[in-house]
């Protein structure tokens, strides 16, 4: 991912698409042997001081080019001839970049022969994941052939959706309670009760869902939320004369999606937001596909919420415990990096585009992960057997 400074507020952007010059080919794709992966309380809140009016992460010029970077734009087929040459120019592309980052399905006896003898836990992202990405980010529903999946393969392995959204959302969106859930990018995680981590951590309190079931919900940003609340109205009433823009409020932090907005206006809202952003030195902008999200300057991210799920679920410091985590977006690299850093499990990146990524394989769009998740179960019941 690129990290650019300058005088705005903060962003991250995402990682440039792959091009030829770039290709490698990964000679670490052999089974290896994770260490346990060890969770510490001193990972919690750690808030950077920044100078006024100094912002440390991109240069303002670069607004534009950072908006596009996330928002590949896709051609439509037409009989022209140079587009049948640029669409095998993809083909070959993409192809080639398979080398790097294989796809799952076709690696997968690779996988399982690696994951004999160990506990498999599994994390997945929401959108562009489990579902598709839309226009109406409201109707981002997942097919009730993917809701079955996710539920079959919840039976034989630990299984937690880490989002973008809110919890309560991602919850909506999914309604199966034999999962575990984070949402706000990991900031607000609830998960099965274990009494080292609720004594261990301020921000993590003991409480009764809705099942009647004792549960552990960990709130690392909770005291943002009034200030994430303040935001919110502010880029709604920023916001509001751009047509197609969309502000969703995700409690931890504040989704601006321009996937609807004229590419002529886009300058008006990374402006309107870099605006906004200059009063509240302890949020950050990243980017994701064709949204822009204001989170909380806290030292957590997607990769310590999978830290903390796999402390939760008793499955850390085991040699015999296998991770894999499957997303999309840019945010899913913070847990890929967490994966492929200790040697723990595998990142698995959906894209149909290529691009540079902490994973380690593959898949090309919800429908593969469905048939990844379906060979999953497949494995677990003939392994058994």
């Not at 962003?11 to 994770?34: A, E, H, M, Q, W």
């Not at 439509?76 to 120019?89: G, M, P």
Request: charged share 25%.
């Amino acid at each position: 991912m690129d990290l650019k400074s300058n005088h705005s507020s903060p962003v991250l952007t995402d990682p440039p698409p792959v091009n030829k010059s770039r290709f490698g080919i990964r000679s670490n794709l052999l089974p290896y042997s994770p260490p346990g992966a060890a969770f510490s309380s001193t990972l919690l809140l750690t808030i950077p001081r920044k100078k006024n009016g100094v912002l440390d992460d991109v240069r303002s010029s670069s607004w534009l080019d950072a908006m596009k970077s996330s928002s590949p734009t896709h051609k439509k087929i037409t009989k022209d001839f140079n587009t049948v040459l640029a669409s095998t120019d993809t083909d070959v592309t993409y192809r080639t970049w398979l080398l790097k980052y294989p796809s799952a399905l076709k690696s997968f006896e690779q996988i399982t022969n690696y994951a004999k003898g160990k506990r498999i836990a599994l994390f997945l992202d929401y959108d562009g994941t489990l579902s598709p990405i839309v226009d109406n980010p409201d109707r981002a529903f997942m097919s009730d052939c993917m809701r079955a999946t996710v539920r079959n393969v919840a039976k034989f392995f630990p299984t937690a959706i880490i989002s973008g959204r809110s919890r309560d959302k991602v919850y909506n969106f999914v309604g199966l309670t034999e999962l575990y859930y984070a949402g706000s990018h990991g900031m607000d995680i609830m998960g099965p009760v274990r009494h080292s981590i609720s004594n261990d951590h301020p921000n993590c309190i003991r409480l009764t869902d809705k099942q009647g079931k004792e549960v552990n919900l960990f709130q690392p940003a909770s005291e943002f939320l009034p200030m994430i609340d303040e935001v919110f109205r502010s880029l709604v009433r920023c916001t509001k004369e751009i047509k197609g823009a969309e502000v969703e409020n995700n409690k931890f932090c504040v989704s601006v999606h321009y996937r609807n907005v004229d590419e002529k206006y886009w300058k008006t809202i990374a402006q309107c937001v870099d605006d906004i952003l200059k009063d509240y030195p302890r949020l950050r902008l990243t980017h994701g596909r064709k949204v822009l999200e204001v989170r909380p300057v806290i030292d957590w991210d997607k990769g310590k919420a999978v830290e903390f799920l796999l402390e939760s679920l008793g499955l850390n410091n085991s040699d015999d415990v296998l991770p894999i985590y499957v997303g999309d977006d840019r945010t899913d690299e913070d847990a890929f990096k967490f994966l492929r850093d200790g040697k723990r499990g595998y990142g698995i990146l959906v894209s149909s585009v290529p691009k540079e990524s902490n994973a380690f394989y593959s898949l090309r769009d919800p429908l593969e992960v469905m048939e990844f998740l379906k060979l999953l179960v497949m494995w677990k019941k003939s392994s058994a057997l």
